[in-house]
């Protein structure tokens, strides 16, 4: 028996990294019979055949797990954003970073293309609610040290609208991996999916990193998301606030006495934040509590 991370999984097939050597395993049958697939990031027990290939026996306890893109174990999610084409949606950030909060996983914001446009709105926003807020060119070199930084030693997943330029930060942080990149429509102002499935690269700086496809994969069904009540604690910056609403269970929204809404008032709270939250909330409420996982 030996250990190792699933750093690649395509067609059935499982690329498991030893420390020392990739083996090609496949899962056994008993992970069909039990309902159980392997994902990406998992630390898995297998069986070595001695030719470079062997069998999937077990898989290890998981840190968190995510759907869609399907990967394991993550510590820590960068999500990269622009201020220049294509334009990042904050919504779409607030969204992934919940998810990302409420999986025991880190968030850290790295905004692209800062030599087109600094996004100084975004970055304020970030850098106030807390969150590791970094601002890197690809292009240029700029920030990318820092980000090396950030990072080292964790299991990262990379995600972001497409055509922010994940996989050229990628390139930019290991020049060796070459990773296909795609050039943005300027006509519709966003670039074409370049990434085809999920793959972990280790980085000299100890780093395992996903390059995952856009914000669109990034994501799970609702049900498997955020109970209405449980949403509130996946904002960092509302928490000091939650328990100081005149009225016990407060949905934040447009309650009277609600101190999170009054921390949005005094601009301790951007209100693209609680705009956020808002629509997040009435989604989350639609889903009917049978339909939950």
């Not at 820092?146 to 964790?154: M, N």
């Not at 990773?179 to 999916?193: I, P």
């Given at each position: 028996m030996a250990e190792g991370t699933i750093l690649k999984a395509l067609s059935g097939?499982?690329?498991?990294?030893?420390?020392?050597?990739?083996v090609t395993c496949r899962a056994r049958g008993k992970f069909r019979h039990q309902k159980q697939t392997p994902l990406v990031g998992d630390r898995v027990v297998f069986t070595d055949l001695g030719?470079?290939?062997?069998?999937?026996?077990?898989?290890?306890?998981?840190?968190?797990?995510?759907?869609?893109?399907?990967?394991a174990n993550i510590e820590m999610l960068v999500v990269i954003a622009s201020g220049a084409i294509p334009v990042?949606?904050?919504?779409?950030?607030?969204?992934?970073?919940?998810i990302a909060e409420s999986r025991n996983c880190e968030p850290v914001i790295c905004i692209?293309?800062?030599?087109?446009?600094?996004?100084?709105?975004?970055?304020?926003?970030?850098?106030?609610?807390?969150?590791?807020?970094?601002?890197v060119s690809a292009e240029?070199?700029?920030?990318?040290?820092?980000?090396?930084?950030?990072?080292?030693?964790?299991?990262?997943?990379?995600?972001?609208?497409?055509?922010?330029?994940?996989s050229s930060i990628l390139n930019a942080l290991e020049p060796d991996f070459g990773l296909e990149t795609g050039a943005v429509s300027e006509k519709l102002g966003r670039g074409r999916h370049t990434t085809r499935h999920v793959e972990l690269f280790r980085l000299s700086n100890g780093a395992v990193v996903a390059d995952t496809p856009g914000f669109s994969s990034f994501d799970t069904e609702l049900h498997e998301l955020w109970r209405p009540e449980d949403l509130p604690g996946t904002f960092r910056e509302f928490r000091p606030y939650l328990d100081q609403c005149r009225f016990q269970g407060c949905a934040h929204?447009?309650?009277?006495?609600c101190a999170v809404r009054q921390a949005v008032k005094e601009?301790?709270?951007?209100?693209?934040?609680h705009a956020s939250y808002v629509r997040l909330y009435e989604q989350a409420k639609e889903v009917p509590e049978w339909k939950r996982k």
């Amino acid at each position: 028996m030996a250990e190792g991370t699933i750093l690649k999984a395509l067609s059935g097939f499982y690329y498991v990294d030893t420390g020392t050597a990739v083996v090609t395993c496949r899962a056994r049958g008993k992970f069909r019979h039990q309902k159980q697939t392997p994902l990406v990031g998992d630390r898995v027990v297998f069986t070595d055949l001695g030719d470079g290939t062997g069998a999937l026996d077990e898989i290890l306890p998981r840190r968190n797990q995510f759907s869609r893109p399907a990967v394991a174990n993550i510590e820590m999610l960068v999500v990269i954003a622009s201020g220049a084409i294509p334009v990042t949606d904050p919504f779409l950030i607030d969204r992934v970073v919940s998810i990302a909060e409420s999986r025991n996983c880190e968030p850290v914001i790295c905004i692209n293309k800062c030599d087109l446009d600094a996004a100084e709105t975004l970055y304020q926003t970030y850098l106030a609610a807390g969150f590791t807020t970094l601002r890197v060119s690809a292009e240029t070199g700029e920030g990318i040290d820092r980000l090396r930084e950030v990072i080292a030693g964790k299991s990262c997943a990379f995600t972001g609208n497409s055509g922010v330029g994940k996989s050229s930060i990628l390139n930019a942080l290991e020049p060796d991996f070459g990773l296909e990149t795609g050039a943005v429509s300027e006509k519709l102002g966003r670039g074409r999916h370049t990434t085809r499935h999920v793959e972990l690269f280790r980085l000299s700086n100890g780093a395992v990193v996903a390059d995952t496809p856009g914000f669109s994969s990034f994501d799970t069904e609702l049900h498997e998301l955020w109970r209405p009540e449980d949403l509130p604690g996946t904002f960092r910056e509302f928490r000091p606030y939650l328990d100081q609403c005149r009225f016990q269970g407060c949905a934040h929204v447009k309650e009277k006495g609600c101190a999170v809404r009054q921390a949005v008032k005094e601009g301790k709270i951007a209100p693209s934040r609680h705009a956020s939250y808002v629509r997040l909330y009435e989604q989350a409420k639609e889903v009917p509590e049978w339909k939950r996982k």
